[in-house]
């Protein structure tokens, strides 16, 4: 990643939309490119960026098509644009690995703040420790990376600053409050479910890399906590 100037890519059929956009976000320091088609956006996001804005409302192929294609080979961090007050676009994006979402109609700061958000979450952390672990899980902040018994786990970046909240907190719940505002960048709202999809998402990849091992437990109404089981399980 460019520290000085991220390169970030809209994909977005609004061309008065997205020409906007582009001049705000390049106003704020971005490098920034643009498509109006699923498909060809698809291609350029494969190719390398930093960030993907994503509309989701698309003719031919859809913002959802491209979600789920892109993340099949991609963590690169994606924010959503969704229509406001579709819960059902924003749930569906966010179960298939998108990190954040901008509802229409927006305030281009609004966007910037999001994006400055999944972005960091790209970055390591400077002030806390290099490595963290609990039995056989390891979480390597330098090189962003999450091993159980030395396998590698694909992780979105926001998954991985999830469960690296989750370790820091240890015996303690790590609380939905500050999991929104330390992961997603905002104060958590009575309805938004962000926090409970990403984190069912990093349950189930968690479950699955570890036979079951470690376990995500839901605190009813408060948050989650990390339980890690290092004894070898039998398939």
């Known amino acids: 990643m460019n520290m000085l100037r991220p390169s970030i890519l809209i994909i977005d059929d609004d061309a008065d939309l997205s020409e906007m956009l582009q001049k705000y976000l390049e106003g704020e320091g971005f490098a920034v490119q643009a498509e109006q088609d699923g498909v060809a956006g698809l291609q350029r996001a494969q190719g390398g960026c930093d960030a993907v804005i994503l509309d989701v409302m698309m003719p031919g192929m859809s913002g959802i098509e491209v979600l789920r294609n892109l993340r099949e080979a991609s963590s690169v961090p994606i924010l959503m644009l969704t229509a406001k007050g579709d819960q059902v676009d924003r749930v569906i994006g966010l179960e298939l690995g998108a990190d954040d979402y901008v509802a229409k109609p927006f305030y281009p700061r609004e966007v910037v703040a ?111 906590r990390l339980l890690v089981n290092s004894e070898t399980k039998q398939s």
Do not use: C
Not at 115 to 120: E, G, I, K, P, Q
Not at 151 to 166: D, P
Not at 177 to 205: C, I
């Open 114 to 224: 999001r994006l400055r958000a999944v972005l960091r979450r790209n970055r390591p952390p400077t002030s806390e420790q290099a490595s963290l672990s609990s039995g056989k899980l390891e979480l390597h902040t330098g090189a962003r990376k999450v091993t159980w018994d030395g396998r590698l786990l694909e992780l979105t970046a926001t998954e991985f600053s999830m469960l690296h909240i989750l370790l820091l907190s240890g015996e303690s719940v790590a609380t939905k409050d500050d999991l929104s505002l330390k992961v997603l960048g905002r104060k958590r709202e009575v309805y938004d479910r962000s926090v409970d999809v990403h984190m069912s998402n990093l349950r189930l990849k968690m479950q699955r890399a570890s036979n079951s091992s470690v376990a995500i437990e839901t605190i009813r109404g408060i948050g989650y």
